[in-house]
Protein backbone atom coordinates (compact mmCIF):
# COMPACT_ATOMS: atom_id res chain seq x y z
CA UNK A 1 0.00 0.00 0.00
CA UNK A 2 1.88 3.42 -1.16
CA UNK A 3 -0.52 5.84 0.79
CA UNK A 4 -3.90 7.49 0.68
CA UNK A 5 -5.42 7.96 -2.76
CA UNK A 6 -8.06 10.12 -4.21
CA UNK A 7 -10.51 9.88 -6.83
CA UNK A 8 -10.95 12.02 -9.23
CA UNK A 9 -8.14 14.45 -8.75
CA UNK A 10 -9.79 17.46 -10.51
CA UNK A 11 -13.84 17.66 -10.92
CA UNK A 12 -15.13 20.38 -13.13
CA UNK A 13 -19.34 20.82 -12.32
CA UNK A 14 -21.95 22.92 -13.31
CA UNK A 15 -23.95 24.48 -10.35
CA UNK A 16 -26.79 22.94 -8.76
CA UNK A 17 -25.08 19.12 -9.69
CA UNK A 18 -24.19 16.64 -7.74
CA UNK A 19 -20.94 15.41 -7.06
CA UNK A 20 -19.27 12.57 -5.44
CA UNK A 21 -16.20 11.68 -3.87
CA UNK A 22 -14.13 8.63 -2.97
CA UNK A 23 -10.73 8.11 -0.58
CA UNK A 24 -8.99 4.92 -0.28
CA UNK A 25 -6.80 5.30 3.06
CA UNK A 26 -4.26 3.48 4.21
CA UNK A 27 -5.26 0.11 4.40
CA UNK A 28 -4.41 -0.73 8.47
CA UNK A 29 -5.53 2.84 9.51
CA UNK A 30 -8.90 2.83 11.12
CA UNK A 31 -9.21 6.89 11.31
CA UNK A 32 -10.23 8.93 8.28
CA UNK A 33 -10.34 12.46 7.34
CA UNK A 34 -12.06 14.80 5.47
CA UNK A 35 -10.76 18.03 5.01
CA UNK A 36 -11.31 21.49 2.62
CA UNK A 37 -8.78 23.56 1.65
CA UNK A 38 -9.55 26.94 -0.23
CA UNK A 39 -6.56 29.38 -1.29
CA UNK A 40 -4.26 30.74 0.67
CA UNK A 41 -5.86 28.96 3.63
CA UNK A 42 -4.69 26.01 5.58
CA UNK A 43 -6.79 22.92 5.59
CA UNK A 44 -10.59 22.95 7.57
CA UNK A 45 -11.65 20.00 9.16
CA UNK A 46 -14.84 18.29 7.90
CA UNK A 47 -15.65 15.11 9.64
CA UNK A 48 -14.15 11.61 10.59
CA UNK A 49 -14.47 7.98 11.13
CA UNK A 50 -13.12 5.60 13.13
CA UNK A 51 -13.82 2.20 11.39
CA UNK A 52 -17.43 2.52 9.80
CA UNK A 53 -18.52 4.86 12.14
CA UNK A 54 -18.85 8.66 11.33
CA UNK A 55 -17.25 10.04 14.82
CA UNK A 56 -17.47 13.74 14.30
CA UNK A 57 -20.48 15.72 11.64
CA UNK A 58 -21.07 18.55 12.86
CA UNK A 59 -18.24 20.33 11.18
CA UNK A 60 -19.89 19.64 7.71
CA UNK A 61 -20.50 23.21 6.25
CA UNK A 62 -23.76 22.61 5.24
CA UNK A 63 -26.72 19.58 4.98
CA UNK A 64 -25.90 19.70 1.69
CA UNK A 65 -22.96 17.69 2.42
CA UNK A 66 -22.47 14.18 3.16
CA UNK A 67 -20.29 11.38 4.54
CA UNK A 68 -19.98 7.56 4.42
CA UNK A 69 -17.45 4.95 5.03
CA UNK A 70 -20.03 1.67 4.37
CA UNK A 71 -17.52 -0.96 5.26
CA UNK A 72 -14.46 0.61 6.69
CA UNK A 73 -12.58 0.95 4.49
CA UNK A 74 -12.94 3.39 1.54
CA UNK A 75 -14.80 6.69 2.39
CA UNK A 76 -16.85 9.32 -0.12
CA UNK A 77 -17.59 12.54 0.20
CA UNK A 78 -20.93 13.82 -1.15
CA UNK A 79 -21.79 17.50 -1.82
CA UNK A 80 -25.63 18.11 -3.31
CA UNK A 81 -27.08 21.09 -5.44
CA UNK A 82 -23.02 22.60 -5.69
CA UNK A 83 -22.39 26.27 -5.41
CA UNK A 84 -19.34 28.32 -6.30
CA UNK A 85 -18.20 28.45 -2.69
CA UNK A 86 -17.97 25.22 -2.53
CA UNK A 87 -14.89 25.18 -5.47
CA UNK A 88 -11.92 24.19 -2.80
CA UNK A 89 -9.81 21.56 -2.74
CA UNK A 90 -10.64 18.68 -0.99
CA UNK A 91 -8.50 16.27 1.50
CA UNK A 92 -8.84 13.08 2.91
CA UNK A 93 -6.46 11.66 5.79
CA UNK A 94 -5.68 8.71 7.69
CA UNK A 95 -4.40 7.67 10.72
CA UNK A 96 -3.96 4.38 13.18
CA UNK A 97 -6.35 4.31 15.75
CA UNK A 98 -5.23 6.56 18.93
CA UNK A 99 -4.81 9.72 20.02
CA UNK A 100 -1.97 11.07 18.65
CA UNK A 101 -0.57 10.25 15.70
CA UNK A 102 0.54 12.18 12.33
CA UNK A 103 -2.44 11.95 9.38
CA UNK A 104 -1.46 11.34 5.74
CA UNK A 105 -2.87 13.17 3.29
CA UNK A 106 -4.04 12.36 0.03
CA UNK A 107 -3.26 13.91 -2.93
CA UNK A 108 -7.26 15.76 -3.04
CA UNK A 109 -9.43 16.68 -5.46
CA UNK A 110 -9.97 19.96 -6.54
CA UNK A 111 -13.67 20.97 -7.31
CA UNK A 112 -14.23 23.63 -9.39
CA UNK A 113 -18.21 24.87 -9.76
CA UNK A 114 -18.72 27.31 -12.95
CA UNK B 1 -12.39 28.34 12.02
CA UNK B 2 -8.61 28.12 12.15
CA UNK B 3 -6.82 28.12 15.78
CA UNK B 4 -3.37 28.13 14.23
CA UNK B 5 -1.90 31.24 13.34
CA UNK B 6 1.85 31.24 11.59
CA UNK B 7 4.20 34.00 11.51
CA UNK B 8 5.53 35.51 9.51
CA UNK B 9 2.52 34.70 6.56
CA UNK B 10 5.87 34.55 4.01
CA UNK B 11 9.52 34.15 4.14
CA UNK B 12 12.42 34.20 1.22
CA UNK B 13 15.90 33.61 2.09
CA UNK B 14 19.06 32.10 0.53
CA UNK B 15 19.62 28.85 0.19
CA UNK B 16 22.02 27.58 3.55
CA UNK B 17 20.52 30.05 5.58
CA UNK B 18 18.19 28.78 8.71
CA UNK B 19 14.85 29.56 8.39
CA UNK B 20 12.34 30.14 11.59
CA UNK B 21 8.72 29.73 11.52
CA UNK B 22 6.25 30.32 14.42
CA UNK B 23 3.20 29.32 15.52
CA UNK B 24 0.51 30.44 18.18
CA UNK B 25 -3.05 28.72 18.88
CA UNK B 26 -5.75 29.27 21.79
CA UNK B 27 -6.80 25.76 23.00
CA UNK B 28 -5.30 23.20 25.24
CA UNK B 29 -3.98 20.46 22.97
CA UNK B 30 -2.62 16.70 22.95
CA UNK B 31 -0.20 17.64 20.33
CA UNK B 32 1.23 19.79 17.98
CA UNK B 33 2.43 19.00 14.39
CA UNK B 34 3.91 20.57 11.33
CA UNK B 35 3.14 19.62 7.56
CA UNK B 36 4.55 20.79 4.41
CA UNK B 37 2.43 21.31 0.86
CA UNK B 38 4.71 21.75 -2.21
CA UNK B 39 3.04 23.55 -5.11
CA UNK B 40 0.60 20.90 -6.48
CA UNK B 41 1.25 18.33 -4.21
CA UNK B 42 -0.76 17.46 -0.93
CA UNK B 43 0.15 17.53 2.77
CA UNK B 44 3.41 15.72 3.64
CA UNK B 45 3.96 15.19 7.49
CA UNK B 46 7.14 16.67 9.05
CA UNK B 47 6.70 16.36 12.62
CA UNK B 48 4.96 15.58 15.66
CA UNK B 49 5.49 16.97 19.13
CA UNK B 50 3.44 16.34 21.95
CA UNK B 51 2.18 18.53 24.86
CA UNK B 52 4.70 17.14 27.22
CA UNK B 53 7.45 17.64 25.16
CA UNK B 54 9.79 20.61 24.49
CA UNK B 55 11.96 20.16 21.79
CA UNK B 56 12.14 17.90 19.19
CA UNK B 57 14.54 17.43 16.30
CA UNK B 58 14.16 15.44 13.14
CA UNK B 59 16.70 15.24 10.56
CA UNK B 60 17.38 19.04 10.18
CA UNK B 61 13.78 20.57 11.93
CA UNK B 62 13.96 21.45 14.90
CA UNK B 63 10.33 22.13 16.73
CA UNK B 64 9.90 23.57 20.30
CA UNK B 65 6.79 23.85 22.13
CA UNK B 66 5.69 26.29 25.20
CA UNK B 67 2.55 25.69 26.12
CA UNK B 68 2.32 28.03 28.74
CA UNK B 69 2.64 30.50 25.46
CA UNK B 70 0.41 28.08 23.29
CA UNK B 71 3.29 28.61 20.99
CA UNK B 72 5.41 26.41 18.84
CA UNK B 73 8.57 26.99 16.28
CA UNK B 74 9.85 25.06 13.50
CA UNK B 75 13.83 25.61 12.65
CA UNK B 76 14.93 24.09 9.57
CA UNK B 77 18.34 24.38 9.05
CA UNK B 78 20.97 24.69 6.42
CA UNK B 79 18.09 25.48 3.90
CA UNK B 80 17.76 23.94 0.52
CA UNK B 81 15.62 25.07 -2.79
CA UNK B 82 13.81 21.89 -2.51
CA UNK B 83 12.38 23.26 0.88
CA UNK B 84 10.34 26.10 -0.84
CA UNK B 85 7.13 25.16 0.27
CA UNK B 86 3.99 26.07 2.55
CA UNK B 87 4.44 25.06 5.79
CA UNK B 88 1.46 24.69 8.62
CA UNK B 89 1.46 24.08 12.27
CA UNK B 90 -1.75 21.73 12.95
CA UNK B 91 -3.17 21.15 16.62
CA UNK B 92 -4.99 18.05 18.02
CA UNK B 93 -7.51 19.50 20.72
CA UNK B 94 -7.65 18.22 23.68
CA UNK B 95 -11.15 16.74 24.06
CA UNK B 96 -12.68 16.73 27.78
CA UNK B 97 -14.05 13.07 26.81
CA UNK B 98 -11.29 11.20 25.34
CA UNK B 99 -10.75 9.97 21.56
CA UNK B 100 -9.75 12.58 18.78
CA UNK B 101 -10.59 14.69 16.82
CA UNK B 102 -9.53 16.30 13.80
CA UNK B 103 -6.79 18.47 13.36
CA UNK B 104 -7.03 22.21 13.07
CA UNK B 105 -4.40 24.05 10.90
CA UNK B 106 -3.39 27.41 10.34
CA UNK B 107 -2.88 29.67 7.41
CA UNK B 108 0.69 28.77 6.70
CA UNK B 109 3.82 30.27 6.19
CA UNK B 110 5.49 30.39 2.32
CA UNK B 111 8.96 29.82 2.55
CA UNK B 112 10.99 30.54 -0.41
CA UNK B 113 14.30 29.40 -0.96
CA UNK B 114 16.58 31.72 -3.42
CA UNK B 115 19.31 29.50 -5.06
Known amino acids: DTGVSQDPRHKITKRGQNVTFRCDPISEHNRLYWYRQTLGQGPEFLTYFQNEAQLEKSRLLSDRFSAERPKGSFSTLEIQRTEQGDSAMYLC????????????FGPGTRLTVT | SQQGEEDPQALSIQEGENATMNCSYKTSINNLQWYRQNSGRGLVHLILIRSNEREKHSGRLRVTLDTSKKSSSLLITASRAADTASYFCATDALLAVGGADGLTFGKGTHLIIQP
Open chain 1, 93 to 104: ASSPEGASYEQY
